[in-house]
């Protein structure tokens, strides 16, 4: 059945794959950003479709619109853009929580929220089940984003609890492919500007840390499996690609398929870095049937296209 569906962060990186997906499905889509982290161009192919709305909005904010469902992705995501102005990252994440929280409580809309393996801090239990909870740094400079989305899903789920709001969880792991933004300094997209223009990498520390990275159709694939769960079904739940990796594997993979001459440049490890992270997906593969499908080769060739066309190299 249509629905009205709005997307909070929709012109970012996986809003804009989020709407595709929604406009392929049928839906009309009212897309909110206010352009912090995204751009027009992620969405421009969208602009003209008469099942296609954007609002340029804030989700700090009130927002008063009628809607059968909500997706809230608003929230810059990579490090440097979400501790360009912290103050506004923990407002984005709370008060943006509460606006998108109290949308749906009046509308009685069904509400997912993207949520981040970030809530698990520098994690002790590897792979991180669901049930973990977690060890953050109240604190630090990575803090604003990891509290921020920590207690948006206390909000969440004490609007469940409280006024019976039908709300679905994800806990996003690190996820890549087209449409990252070419400075955001997220790990993938550094690596692969940096290798396309022939630069150093950038290691981080020892590139001994590993991360788990799911390419962005996979994803999509799990956000509007997790969406139409029946009710009750609220998460949190885990999604990411279990193949973990270090960093120096990512860099040896990205120059093979670059065919790039650059070398490795190392940096000291940023405060409070990971040093794992894998997700157990168990939950998602039980209840939503959901397991990723592409390869980090397959998916770092598709990106790696993206990107050449961007830099136009
Ligand atoms: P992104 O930065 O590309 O997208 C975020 C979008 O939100 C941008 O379009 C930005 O302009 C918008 N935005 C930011 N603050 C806003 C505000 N106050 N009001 C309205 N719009 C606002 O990042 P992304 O990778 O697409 O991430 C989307 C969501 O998924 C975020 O909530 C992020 O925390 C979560 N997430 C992403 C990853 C990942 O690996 N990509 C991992 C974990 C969680
Ligand atoms: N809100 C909104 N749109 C709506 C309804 C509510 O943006 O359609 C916002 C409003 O700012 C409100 C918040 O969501 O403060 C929380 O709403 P709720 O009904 O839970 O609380 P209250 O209105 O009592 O503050
Ligand atoms: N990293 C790196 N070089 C870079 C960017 C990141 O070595 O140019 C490291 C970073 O220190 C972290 C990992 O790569 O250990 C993933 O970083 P990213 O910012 O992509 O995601 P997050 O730390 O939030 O998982």
Known sequence: MTQAVLVTGGAGFLGSHLCDRLINDGHNILCLDNFFTGSKQNIEHLIGNPCFELLRHDVTFPLYVEIDQIYNLACPASPIHYQHDPVQTTKTSVHGAINMLGLAKRTKARIFQASTSEVYGDPEEHPQPESYWGKVNPIGPRSCYDEGKRCAETLFFDYHRQHDLDIKVVRIFNTYGPRMHPNDGRVVSNFIVQALRSEDITMYGNGQQTRSFCYVDDLIEGFVRMMGTE????????????????????????????????????HPLPPDDPKQRQPNISLAKNHLGWEPKVNLEDGLKETISYFKKLLNV
């Open 231 to 266: 009710k009750g079904i609220t998460g949190p739940i885990n999604l990411g690609n279990p193949g973990e990796f270090t960093m120096l594997e990512l860099a040896e993979k990205i120059i093979k398929l670059t065919g790039s001459k650059s070398k490795l440049i190392f």
